[in-house]
């Protein structure tokens, strides 16, 4: 079975634009999970979407978006980007809430 | 507030010997707990999990020890081979709760010496 995919997997982009990033989940899987990963704050919960609903969201800014399609696809989306945006973003995907959940590789957005 | 800590940012074992990585978390909802492994600019990868009805759970070379009396747990790895150096995660949930997610301890660097 195909793991977690993310689209891309490196992107640059300036301060003030804004980004698309893409997730797939293992097939059969509901529950996607999106994480930002950076040097001095470790790994984040950003939001959790189930059913194309979002079910969860963590402490972050108005500008960061997502949302869920109903194959279970995933999009967040990251407005007016500022430098400390700068970070790995993963995905995860599990069958349910509650269960495990598998990373995908991230997605390596660079703010300059 | 950190509720998850792993407070040994690096660990360095020989190879064959147990490597032993340590987890504290402070929320007592916290009743699912799992280990991930991450290389650099992969994902993470998961290990093994256990739920707070149990204290031990083994996976081949990988016993994670919980003890909820003390808001710990341990991750084991008999014996250390050098393709286990990677960073380890220790992450928690409630999952019973309405807000689902991890919670992610700031890692332990795992270096194993041949």
């Known amino acids: 079975k195909a793991g977690v995919t993310q689209t891309p997997r490196y992107l640059i982009k300036t301060r003030g634009q804004q980004v698309t990033l893409s997730c797939s989940p293992i097939?059969?899987?509901?529950?996607v999970s999106w994480y930002q990963q950076t040097p001095g704050q470790g790994l984040q919960f950003l939001f959790e979407?189930?059913?194309?609903?979002?079910?969860n969201k963590g402490n972050f800014p108005g500008r960061f978006s997502g949302r869920q399609f109903s194959n279970s696809r995933s999009e967040m989306n990251v407005s007016t980007l500022e430098l400390g945006d700068s970070a790995l973003y993963l995905c995860?995907?599990?069958?349910?809430?509650?269960?495990?959940?598998?990373f995908g590789p991230g997605t390596r957005l660079l703010v300059l | 507030d950190q509720q998850v800590k792993q407070n040994s940012p690096s660990l360095s074992v020989q190879e064959g010997r147990i490597s032993i990585l340590n987890c504290d978390y402070t929320n007592s909802m916290f009743d699912y707990f799992l280990w991930y492994k991450k290389y650099p600019a992969e994902g993470p990868t998961f290990l093994i999990s256990i739920s707070s009805i149990k204290d031990k759970n083994e996976d081949g070379r990988f016993t994670v020890f919980l003890n909820k009396s003390a808001k710990h747990l341990s991750l084991h790895i008999v014996p250390s081979q050098p393709g286990d150096s990677a960073v380890y995660f220790c992450a928690a949930s409630d999952s019973g709760g309405s807000n689902y997610k991890l919670t992610f301890g700031k890692g332990t660097l795992l270096t194993v010496n041949p």
């Open positions: 979407y189930f059913s194309e609903t979002q079910r």
């Open positions: 995860a995907s599990s069958l349910g809430r509650g269960e495990t959940q598998y």
């Open positions: 097939s059969g899987h509901r529950s």
